[in-house]
């Protein structure tokens, strides 16, 4: 039986101080690549190599009954994405087989039928097929800026799918990573101000979100993207280095109103990168974990490392190891960054 695991944080402060995994028993006949819960951490939703995505019902904690089973993907699905529940009850999927899917939660008998068949009331509304080559990794940009979703692809493109009111799709694609595009994760939506970065209004407003997501790729980079308007196009504003082999996952930390910016990734080098900036004029400085601590300080991990997630805080970073390890990160005040949890999954 294929599992996945279940962690909590401490609800009250965010700490990094998880309680037990709880195993959830997806039935999947395959390994899982994704397993990600929506914004109310009520429901959770796993994809596998075996070609299925699954979505379970969480109480207290824990899936319960028998999974919503939606299939359609023709090879390995690599990763789910839940929509803001502002947009209703949707969810994207990205796969091996070059497409990626919008499902959304249409009910039992209802759907207009013009995305796919209903199954178990989720209809598949849209199929993006402009990439030559695997989806690896789909991230819905902040809900002030409207329904978007990025697209990473072992094509070397980028894509940024703007969904209308009227159902229409805008896409913008674009050459991002040489090699391929490994992963995408969207800046939080905030503007500048003397006294620090202050969260966004909506774009009627005065201030302006912003528009900004980073990319990692097989060419050893992270890449970061600004949409000009005055272009109407999305433009490579930084390149970060610092990786010695292929980034797998990158993450943008959320933004709880203090200063400064962090970004985190994963390489195949065994090694995690914590990528900050203080202010929007200061450069990036690069720190790597320190998995060893105390015996030495050699950055590698035992194994490539393949994702890097933050809490809805932004303080907590969850890093999953090849080793079958996951480990919880936290800056400590004058003591960098410190492993404070970790467990097998």
Not at 216 to 235: H, M, P, V
Request: proline share 6%; with cysteine.
């Amino acid at each position: 039986m294929i599992r996945a695991l279940l962690v909590h944080l401490h609800p009250a402060t965010m700490s990094a101080q998880a309680s037990k995994p709880v195993p959830v028993e997806t039935q999947h006949e395959d390994m899982i690549h994704d397993a990600q819960l929506d914004y109310y951490g009520k429901r959770l939703a796993t994809c596998s190599s075996d070609r299925t995505i699954r979505i379970f019902n969480v109480v207290k904690g824990e899936a319960k009954g028998d999974p919503v089973i939606l299939k359609g993907h023709s090879a390995a699905v690599w990763q789910v994405s839940w929509a803001h529940p502002s947009f209703g009850s949707i969810l994207a999927s990205c796969s091996y087989d070059g497409r990626v899917f919008i499902w959304k939660e249409v009910g039992q008998g209802q759907g207009k039928g013009s995305g796919g068949e209903i199954q178990d009331g989720w209809e598949r509304i849209k199929e993006h097929t402009l990439h030559t080559a695997s989806v690896n990794s789909i991230a819905w940009a902040p809900y002030d800026l409207g329904p978007m979703l990025a697209c990473a692809s072992s094509d070397g493109k980028v894509s940024v799918l703007s969904f209308g009111d009227d159902g229409s799709i805008d896409v913008n694609i674009f050459p991002a990573h040489g090699t391929g595009a490994n992963a995408v994760s969207w800046a939080p939506s905030v503007v500048s101000t003397s006294s620090g970065p202050v969260r966004a209004q909506p774009a009627t407003s005065a201030l302006k979100s912003q528009k900004k997501f980073v990319t990692a790729g097989s060419d050893n980079l992270i890449r970061i993207w600004g949409f000009d308007e005055e272009q109407k196009k999305w433009t490579e504003e930084e390149t970060v280095k610092g990786h010695e082999d292929w980034v797998r996952d990158v993450a943008w930390a959320p933004n709880i109103g203090l200063p400064g910016m962090f970004i985190a990734s994963a390489s195949q080098d065994r090694t995690v990168l914590i990528h900050s900036r203080p202010t929007p004029s200061s450069p990036w400085t690069s720190t790597p974990l320190l998995p060893n601590l105390p015996d030495n300080q050699d950055p590698h991990f035992p194994d490539a490392v393949w994702r890097v997630s933050w809490s809805l805080a932004g303080n907590v970073l969850a890093v999953s190891c090849g080793d079958g390890k996951v480990s919880l990160w936290k800056e400590g005040v004058g003591k960098g960054w410190e492993c404070v949890s970790d467990f097998t999954s």
